[in-house]
């Protein structure tokens, strides 16, 4: 049984830094790997993708302050977060998927059969 923790939420003030894990048991390590975000109101968005050789994609308007990794020795999925903006709040959720032929580059939910139950990032002005 496939089970995908988050931790690692809070808040912090804009300009500040978290980085929030993805715990994983029961996923094998050759799936793709990603991150998704969900404001209050808003629909999810695709924040950021990683594949089993370490290919990731990022969502513009993250690139540059983001960054997914992981350590297949903790079966954990990072994302280290950046010069945070107050329009980066919402609910963090993890994401699992099978590989795909093209690689790990989806930013689409559809693609991503296990979630996580979520971690809050508030970010103040």
């Known amino acids: 049984q496939v089970s995908l923790v988050e931790s690692g939420g809070g808040s912090v003030q804009a300009g500040g830094s978290l980085k929030i894990s993805c715990a994983n048991s029961g996923y094998r390590h050759n799936g793709c790997r990603a991150w998704f975000r969900q404001a209050p109101g808003k629909e999810r968005e695709g924040v950021a993708t990683?594949?089993?050789?370490?290919?990731?994609t990022y969502a513009d308007f993250v690139k540059g302050r983001f960054t997914i990794s992981k350590d297949n020795a903790e079966n954990t999925v990072y994302l280290q977060m950046n010069s945070l903006k107050p329009e980066d709040t919402g609910m963090y959720y993890c994401a699992a998927g099978p590989p795909r032929r093209g690689g790990c580059y989806s930013l689409d939910a559809s693609d991503y059969g296990y979630w996580g139950q979520g971690t809050q990032v508030t970010v103040s002005s």
């Open positions: 990683l594949g089993n050789a370490g290919s990731t």
